[in-house]
Nanobody, 126 residues
Framework: QTQLEDTGGGSVQAGGSLRLSCVAS????????MGWFRQAPGKEREGVAR????????YYADSVKGRFTISQDNAKNTLYLQMDNLKPEDTAMYYC???????????????????WGKGTLVTISS
């Protein structure tokens, strides 16, 4: 069982930046993929970015492409999400997630992830 602790949320103005961190209780080398998801009030949880642990290949939702950067420091068992040029529509609860198995569909689909952080709130004001 892997526990994830996601932190780093806060309130910033549009155009600002935040960096989210997600520390895993076990080695992130054991993960197949990790990702960041967000959920705004009244909306479904959506995948924001994911990274494959072995290849370091990344993928972003169109809404954040060019503004967000996902990275993984396996020596620290930590996943990051650097968020720049933030917009009010980025306001949401952000969750990190992980999956150890190499099968099971897209790592940007929240239904396919096995371990979750409790979330960290990001609020962007205009």
């Amino acid at each position: 069982q892997t526990q994830l602790e996601d932190t780093g949320g806060g309130s910033v103005q549009a155009g600002g930046s935040l960096r989210l961190s997600c520390v895993a209780s076990r080695s992130t080398y054991s993960t197949y993929c990790m990702g960041w998801f967000r959920q705004a009030p009244g909306k479904e949880r959506e995948g924001v970015a994911r990274i494959f642990t072995s290849s370091r290949s990344t993928y972003y939702a169109d809404s954040v492409k060019g503004r967000f950067t996902i990275s993984q420091d396996n020596a620290k068992n930590t996943l990051y999400l650097q968020m720049d040029n933030l917009k009010p529509e980025d306001t949401a609860m952000y969750y990190c997630a992980a999956r150890n198995r190499g099968y099971g569909g897209s790592c940007l689909d929240h239904n396919n992830m096995d371990y979750w952080g409790k979330g960290t709130l990001v609020t962007i004001s205009s």
